[in-house]
């Protein structure tokens, strides 16, 4: 292996390594609150004992098939997953909905040459103007 592979491969490890130790806490917490050994719990994943080590030592670079095994084998949510629609704005829906709300109003249109120009929140954004 050259120099630049193993420095490949240990940035690629600063990436995920921070979040695989977070998991490896919870995990540990989670079968410690169950009074579960690493054993029971690598026997309710169907996976070897050394696999569960390297999960709670950081090490895994875990699957999200392996989180989901785990968090069914444990009981309890180990990494929520945001809604999209709770969590993320998403200005070109708003707009997209301002549009379309207001499709057949010249009031809230200015027109410059052939398109149409909307100001929300001092954004300006064009669209072709196909209304007939």
């Known amino acids: 292996m050259t120099e630049w592979e193993a420095l490949s ?33 690598a026997a309710k994943m169907n996976v070897k004992p050394q696999y569960i080590s390297r999960i709670v030592k950081g090490k895994a670079n875990i699957t999200l098939e392996t989180l989901v095994k785990l968090e069914q084998a444990l009981g309890a949510t180990i990494i929520e997953i945001a809604d999209p629609t709770e969590t993320i704005t998403c200005p070109i829906q708003y707009y997209y909905n301002h549009l379309w709300e207001n499709r057949f109003s010249s009031t809230n249109h200015t027109e410059t ?20």
Request: aromatic share 6%; no cysteine.
């Open 9 to 41: 491969i240990k940035l690629e490890n600063t990436i995920w390594r921070p979040k695989a130790v977070s998991i490896a806490f919870t995990v540990l917490a989670l079968l410690d609150q169950k009074q579960l050994t690493k054993q029971d719990l």
């Open 113 to 132: 040459n052939s398109a149409t120009t909307i100001s929300l929140d001092a954004v300006s954004i064009p669209y072709a103007n196909n209304a007939a």
